[in-house]
T-cell receptor, first 113, second 115 residues
Framework: GQQLNQSPQSMFIQEGEDVSMNCTSSSIFNTWLWYKQEPGEGPVLLIALYKAGELTSNGRLTAQFGITRKDSFLNISASIPSDVGIYFCAGHRRTSGTYKYIFGTGTRLKVLA | GAGVSQSPSNKVTEKGKDVELRCDPISGHTALYWYRQSLGQGLEFLIYFQGNSAPDKSGLPSDRFSAERTGGSVSTLTIQRTQQEDSAVYLC?????????????FGPGTRLLVL
């Protein structure tokens, strides 16, 4: 199925460092969502973005909805070991009369203490 | 409950058997989605229910896969004559659109292993 381009695929960082990841698409979306998934769990919603240019924070997380509506980024500041997991972006739009979410391929984050 | 729940959490079955996976969405959420996630991979859309509308089945990989949503709430995903390549985590999500703002919440998933 269709997936968004998400980068980087994986990151190994030191505790305390900042992290940045992004998603790009050839299509316009009305909503961007960012999720975190830990082993053995379902994805957990981190941030939802609904307007082009919107910048939203949730604690140490900040995400932005790109002006072109074709991209989004997620930043994590001052990473800690519990930030480990896989981060997915998802774009949402109406397609052929139905609403669909298209997911990124995921960014695997490992934090070294 | 407060979130999306799925059962069973784990299922081991033999090749050729049928399996049923259940999803209880968040109360009041009108939309329900099923996804499949293979080991180390992203999410693959399977099927989408919205209110009383006909479901979008465009993601179902074969006619062995089917899903129902009864009474606009609980959903069951059925896989007939399971194959080893069906082994994956099956995730359910529900969503509610408020003023054009759509947010999707996931359940914990059912881990299916076909031997």
């Amino acid at each position: 199925g269709q997936q968004l381009n998400q980068s980087p695929q994986s990151m190994f960082i030191q505790e305390g460092e900042d992290v940045s990841m992004n998603c790009t698409s050839s299509s316009i979306f009305n909503t961007w969502l960012w999720y975190k998934q830990e082993p053995g769990e379902g994805p957990v919603l981190l941030i939802a973005l609904y307007k082009a240019g919107e910048l939203t924070s949730n604690g140490r997380l900040t995400a932005q909805f790109g002006i072109t509506r074709k991209d989004s980024f997620l930043n994590i500041s001052a990473s800690i070991p519990s930030d480990v997991g896989i981060y997915f972006c998802a774009g949402h739009r109406r397609t052929s009369g139905t609403y669909k979410y298209i997911f990124g391929t995921g960014t695997r984050l490992k934090v070294l203490a | 409950g407060a979130g999306v729940s799925q059962s069973p959490s784990n299922k081991v079955t033999e090749k050729g058997k049928d399996v049923e996976l259940r999803c209880d969405p968040i109360s009041g959420h009108t939309a329900l989605y099923w996804y499949r996630q293979s080991l180390g991979q992203g999410l693959e859309f399977l099927i989408y229910f919205q209110g009383n509308s006909a479901p979008d089945k465009s993601g179902l990989p074969s006619d062995r896969f089917s899903a129902e949503r009864t009474g606009g709430s609980v959903s069951t995903l059925t896989i007939q004559r399971t194959q080893q390549e069906d082994s994956a985590v099956y995730l359910c999500a529900s969503s509610l659109s408020r003023g054009g703002q759509e947010t999707q919440y996931f359940g914990p998933g059912t881990r299916l292993l076909v031997l």
